[in-house]
């Protein structure tokens, strides 16, 4: 691996929020580039949105905005969310920013100079969520063979590229540089896709106008795709500085999901040919995470919001499952009760408590103060110390071939020993011999290690990372690097100040409800309320009139088996009877409500909660107290009577 290292994530659509798919690929980035900065490499780390196309311009329409209105808003989301997440990126490149636009329209120009880029006409398939074109013989049932939607007939003049001319020299270069497509499987694939034909590519678009014009025929707009994988360019200032791009170019590390490798593969690497540029190290697939085995998207309703995971667990949680539970490669599994399990075992547990008792028993036998290693290692001690020791080199090595979850189970496997370490060497009968000396080496071996833990884990775990050092008395973690990782690093007499546990546990019980409802697939969540929406909100009264508000007679109610929050009631809303499973156990007793008439939404969605159907929701208010009470209209008011 070369010493300096030009790492990108995918420029994401901001035709919507991102959700924890788009988070996990930009942690891994982040922590590599993190990773790497610590071990003296050279970095630079460029994320960005891709904002052009009729994906884009549909859903500004949709909402009655121009593009660039609504491009602004959802791209400062993502930097919110980048914020949040402690993503250190150095670059940001927006398609819409003025230098991308020359990047792209230099691109265009050249391959089309040296006759890579033709006129003809275009008539086949467009998928527009993908922005993918397609011949019909790789249609499946008539639809995208990617995301299984709909395909639009188009038919328009277009300019085309010469993707089938370089199709030999792709696979010979495929051939000789195995690092180049990974994991291997993928390499599989690309070439099987190659192999089987590759069509001219239509790289211009007419139907539409939100994109970047061709710079010699202002009626066509860049195909969104060419246009977006410039952008690896665009960071490089391309076409103007020549420095930065001999600094950083070819990139070493585009990760990507899976299912845009034959883009960044095939398209990508043709481009660069055409335009007589190096072909970047290494394109990395990731899997997906699914959410309940199924991929996570807006359409299905199932997708999380990292904003809101992070506001109930913190970020390096989340961080640490996303790295940790996916074998990188492969796709994983997202789920709540996962994340609390790996929260509570590896992090407040294992992590956690071994700084906390170590800290712990430093305070109570050397008053805080790091002692001097008096006594020779013994075989025990020296296990440790070994292990210890090499750690960061082989994390490094892992890390440089992007096996991230082995990399954080190494990690994890010195925490493991060294609570291992505090049961074997047993500190509290040390302290009982008269001499001390045993008892000092057994306290700096504990406090060394969790100084090298906390060195290797902050470019996955910021937060932690900086927290332990704190506890550890030291400072100046940001100057430090992998060389400062070997044994011996932690000068006695250090005071360290052993502060609240970093992780508390997660009490399972209590999220129970929360949890159980959240992996239910929802209903399609409707479009989040934009942020001037959010502010002030003012609703027309057809807005409020969508909301029926009925009166309800409550006929019966009883606890929910299992749920000590849930009642499920039935109610009278004069026309039919209804179920609705309420969260109102801990305030009413089920008898009294029978008789009460409360008002009820009786239009909401149905949903399942603990497997009964809920259909409609009842208003209540609730007290500075925290005492909830329903709102209740008198008995002469009918049930089924309109609220409004
Ligand atoms: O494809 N699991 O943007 P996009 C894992 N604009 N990763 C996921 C994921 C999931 N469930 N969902 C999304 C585009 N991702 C183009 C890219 S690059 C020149 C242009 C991540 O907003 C993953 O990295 O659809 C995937 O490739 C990317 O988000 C797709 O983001």
Not at 563 to 574: M, N, S, W, Y
Request: proline share 6%.
């Amino acid at each position: 691996m070369s010493e300096r290292f030009y790492l990108t994530t995918p420029i994401y659509y901001p035709s919507d929020h991102l959700h924890i798919g788009h988070a996990y690929t930009t942690t891994v980035a982040d922590s590599l580039a993190r990773w790497h900065r610590f071990a003296g490499r050279d970095v630079y780390f460029v994320t960005g949105s891709d904002e052009h196309g009729q994906k884009i311009q549909r859903a500004a329409a949709a909402k009655g905005i121009t593009p660039q209105a609504y491009v602004d808003e959802i791209v400062a989301s993502f930097k919110h969310l980048w914020n949040e997440m402690n993503i250190e990126y150095d670059d940001f490149v927006r398609t819409t920013d003025h230098r991308h636009h020359e990047a792209v329209q230099a691109v265009f120009q050249r391959i089309y100079d040296q006759g890579d880029i033709y006129k003809s006409s275009y008539e086949g398939w467009y998928c527009t969520p993908c922005e993918t074109f397609w011949v019909e013989n790789r249609l499946v049932d008539g639809n995208c063979p990617d995301c299984k939607r709909p395909v639009e007939l188009v038919e328009e003049e277009s300019y085309f590229f010469r993707l089938s001319k370089y199709a030999p020299r792709l696979l010979e270069y495929i051939e000789e540089h195995p690092e180049f497509i990974q994991p291997e499987t993928r390499r599989n694939e690309m070439v099987n896709f190659i192999k089987s034909g590759l069509e001219d590519l239509c790289v211009s678009r007419t139907t539409f106008d939100w994109g970047i014009p061709v710079p010699f025929d202002d009626k066509h707009v860049v195909y969104v795709w060419f246009d977006a994988l410039t952008n690896y360019l665009t960071a490089l200032g391309y076409p103007h500085d020549g420095e930065m791009m001999d600094r950083w170019w070819p990139a070493n590390l585009h990760l990507v999901g899976k299912e845009i490798m034959r883009f960044h593969t095939i398209i990508w690497p043709i481009m660069l040919m055409a335009l007589d540029l190096p072909i970047p190290e290494t394109v990395f697939g990731h899997g997906w995470l699914l959410f309940d085995s199924d991929k996570m998207s807006k359409s299905k309703g199932n997708v999380i919001d990292p904003v809101v995971l992070i506001g109930e667990f913190g970020v390096d949680p989340i961080r640490y499952f996303l790295m940790r539970e996916v074998s990188f490669g492969q796709d994983g599994n997202f789920s709540r009760k996962a994340l609390i399990e790996r929260t509570n075992a590896d992090l407040a547990n294992d992590l956690g408590n071994l700084l906390n008792r170590s800290l712990s028993m430093l305070n109570r036998y050397f008053n805080g103060v790091v002692p001097e290693p008096l006594a020779a290692p013994n075989a025990v001690d020296q296990a440790l110390i070994d292990y210890a020791d090499n750690l960061g080199a082989s994390v490094d090595g892992l890390l440089k071939e992007l096996k991230l979850n082995e990399a954080l189970s190494r990690i994890w496997q010195l925490v493991g020993k060294a609570n291992k370490y505090v049961d074997e060497r047993a500190p509290w009968n040390l302290v009982k011999l008269e001499d001390q000396s045993e008892l000092s080496s057994v306290m700096y071996n504990l406090v060394e290690t969790l100084r090298i833990i906390a060195l290797l884990v902050q470019p996955f775990l910021p937060e932690t990372g900086a927290k332990m050092w704190a506890q550890l008395g030291l400072e100046g973690l940001e100057t430090k690097g992998l060389e400062d990782a070997v044994w011996g690093g932690l000068a006695s007499g250090t005071q360290t100040v052993k502060g609240d546990p970093i992780f508390p546990r997660i009490e399972i019980d209590k999220d129970k409800a929360k949890g159980e409802r959240a992996q239910e697939p929802k209903p399609k969540p409707s479009p989040k309320p934009t942020l001037k929406e959010a502010e002030g909100v003012l609703i027309s009264i057809d807005d409020f009139m969508k909301c029926e508000l009925v009166v309800a007679k409550i006929m019966e109610a009883e606890p929910l088996k299992g749920a000590d929050r849930l009642l499920k009631l039935q109610v009278d809303i004069g026309a039919e009877r209804r179920q609705i499973v309420a969260g109102i156990a801990k305030h009413y007793a089920p008898e009294d409500l029978v008789g009460m008439h409360i008002v009820v939404v009786q239009n909401l969605k149905p949903a399942k909660l603990r497997g009964e159907l809920s259909e409609g929701m009842l208003l209540a208010a609730t007290s500075p107290q925290g005492k909830l009470e329903l709102v209740t209209v008198s008995p002469d008011i009918p049930a089924g009577s309109r609220v409004k």
